[in-house]
């Protein structure tokens, strides 16, 4: 259904367009008492328009329902910010750094050719010499190396005894200790001529101590065998060894610490859109002073890490540019009780260590693709960090450490521009009675508090298909306020400025065959863009307009 506009909405509506940031004007706001004079020709037909007194803040704020919707935020600093945080935008938990595979089955043996398979006597217990044996905790990194463990696990012994008598097995785990007791020692009962007994040892809030750092994570594992007499007096054997196999299983590490090893973690990739719908209007120069983007992390990992992440923005238009930022190491947990506890780091890309300007500058109104990695135990210049050597920080992690990361943008609205082109379209316009006009002129009278600078370049009046049908050109509307050498409106150059957009007679012809209306206007900063600005909250536009009419009502 198309709008039909009569005398004199249409010369409202070119006041409309002529208004920057007009989708936020609200024409409850306006006060109709005010009437302007301002024309050589005598009108007869006079309409106020209204007038207006906006802070910058009004006229940009998007009034979302929901504050984290909101893109345009009042700053601390009194600026204008576009804002944007993409949470979550990648993570990583302990199983990307340290894990542990089914492990290793060991075995050992006790010569028991002292007791033959005949019987022979036997009064009293036996004590075979103990036998310690070393057997090695498996991470799946190989380079990984431990200094301290906490875990539950279980070890399975399987026992097969020669001879007719009970066994005592003592075991004991010469760095395993639970509650502070070390060594950590147990007797199992190994019943007569035993075929592959099974025992199971299960060790909740087990605590290894490495006793000296190695790739292979050896620890000591010790046996004691004692033959138990009974009331026979005799014994025998079937003629083999005593045989110990026995395996860790169903390991679950609580807290580990040593060297975690040079590893490359894989972030993975997502896409970015900041919604700032307005940068989709716009086409020019422009340069953003101070653009930031920050990863905020909340870390449970104790291990240094590099990030190393891109990002590539596309405008509207296809044209797409690269971050490029520097990598940098944020802080990370460096005791046991951070671990637990987490702690809150960030890094910021911005002018100084990155293309974030230009990137800005773009603008990324499409979307920005983001991936990155992240290299554990890397110092700043890319060497490797010893996590062992003397004064470092040991690597610790514990079962459910993980770091996640948000993206947040803070792109503060000290900028400069240049002849930016913002256009728009109106369809569907119904204009009726365009015929009555004989001379018409819209009167702007404008004090200007904002830094820019607004000039209408044309408004194209189209047919349905979009042939233009006329042409309204004009200077300069509304005129920018000067500025202080830090970019801060000068209240002092404030003026009052009267401007007229007067339409032609093959202008007004025209109208009838209106259907769609096409405004382009330029915007720069303060001096034709030269220089540096700073968009407050606080800055304030006043105007008032009033549309003259000479109308022949006989027509």
Known sequence: ???????????????????????????????????????????????????????????????????????????????????????????????????FPDQDPYSTTFDMSSYPTVAVPFTSDATLASSTKGFNIKADETDIILTKLKLDTKVSFTVSNPVDKAIKLNVTLEEGSVAGASPLSKDFDISPNANAQVIDWDLTDLEFTFPSPSVNNTLHISFGVTILADGSGTIRSNGNDLEIGYQFGGLVFKLAKGDFGDQTIDVG??????????????????????????????????????????????????????????????????????????????????????????????????????????????????????????????????????????????????????????????????????????????????????????????????????????????????????????????????KEVVNTIELTEDQIKSLNDTENIIIKAAVSTYDEGKQSVKLKGSDKLKFSISVNAQVDLSK
Not at 74 to 84: E, T
Not at 330 to 348: F, H, Q
């Open 269 to 494: 990739s997502g896409d970015i859109d900041m919604g700032v719908d307005f940068w989709d209007d716009i086409d020019g120069n422009f340069t953003f002073a101070d653009p930031r983007i920050s990863l905020k992390f909340n870390n449970t990992v104790g291990v240094p890490f590099l990030v190393s992440a891109n990002m590539t923005g596309s405008n509207s238009d296809g044209a797409t540019l690269s971050l490029d930022p520097d990598d940098q190491l944020p802080a990370y947990p460096t005791n046991e009780a951070e671990v637990l506890a987490g702690i809150e780091a960030s890094i910021m890309y911005n002018k100084d260590n990155s293309q974030i300007v230009p990137f800005m500058a773009l603008p990324p109104s499409g979307n920005i693709t983001y991936s990155g990695s992240v290299r554990i135990n890397r110092n700043m210049d890319g060497t490797r960090y010893d996590p062992l050597a003397a004064g470092n920080n040991i690597n610790i992690i514990s079962g459910t450490s993980s770091i996640s990361a948000d993206l947040e943008m803070d792109i503060p609205m000290d900028f400069k521009a240049d002849n930016l082109s913002i256009s728009d379209t109106i369809d569907e316009v119904d204009i009726s009675d365009a015929e009555k006009i004989v001379k018409a002129a819209l009167i702007i009278t404008s004090e200007n508090g904002l830094p820019l600078d607004v000039k209408i370049e044309n408004i194209f009046l189209t047919d349905a298909s979009y042939t233009v049908l006329s042409t309204i050109s004009n200077e300069s509307i509304i005129n920018a306020a000067g500025v202080t050498a830090t970019g801060e409106v000068d209240p002092s150059t404030v």
């Open 1 to 99: 259904m198309k709008r039909e506009i009569r005398i004199p909405i249409l010369l409202v509506l070119f006041c409309f367009l002529t208004m920057p940031f007009k989708s936020c004007v609200d024409s409850d706001d306006y006060d109709f008492d005010r009437l302007s004079d301002k024309v050589d020709w005598q009108p007869n037909f006079v309409a106020p328009i209204g007038y207006g007194e906006y802070s910058l803040w009004y006229l940009l704020n998007q009034h979302e329902e929901l504050e984290a919707d909101q893109t345009i935020v009042l700053g601390d600093d009194g600026l204008i910010h576009i804002k944007y945080t993409e949470k979550d935008i990648f993570s990583y938990g302990t199983d990307e750094v340290l894990t």
